[in-house]
């Protein structure tokens, strides 16, 4: 019996040996992980096809560019990073129809806290070709990209 109590202690402080040298990189838990605050390098945010043209969002320093197929990008109003306003209930990018000619996309940005939302609204206003950045661009509010704009909205972006 007298030997029973050192060889359990011996045992136990073996395990604990064993079970710590198996984790030798664990870092303690009340170290913070240190993530950097932006990409290096522009990176894309969102992308879709609207009106026969590729349009593309990346988040460039922490500003959002747009960027149309092969012509060079085009700084936006709204902060990165930025996504198009998607129909709700599905995954597919918001095209309202302004008239035969002209459609208008519209996308979000300058974050706020939840899934892809923000509180600046840009619309595109795209016609011939082109995709043209509005004007106007909705303040104020804070809305999420996966709930889509009503056409209202969308007309004060066309004009």
Known sequence: ?????????????????????????????????????????????????????????????????????KMPPVWLKPMAPCYFMKSPGTAKVQVYRHDKTTAVVALVGTPVKGNRCGQEVQGLVIKSGAATPSAYIMQGSIHCADQGLQNFQYELFAQ
Not at 31 to 44: D, G, K, M, Y
């Open 1 to 69: 019996m007298v030997l029973a109590r050192p060889l359990a202690c011996g045992l136990a402080s073996g395990l604990m040996l064993l079970l710590t040298a198996c984790e030798p990189d664990k870092q303690p838990d009340n170290q913070a992980l240190v993530l950097p605050e932006r990409f290096a390098t522009p990176h894309v945010t969102d992308q879709t096809q609207a009106a026969g043209l590729a349009l593309a969002l990346s988040d460039n320093g922490g500003g959002c560019q747009l960027q149309v197929g």
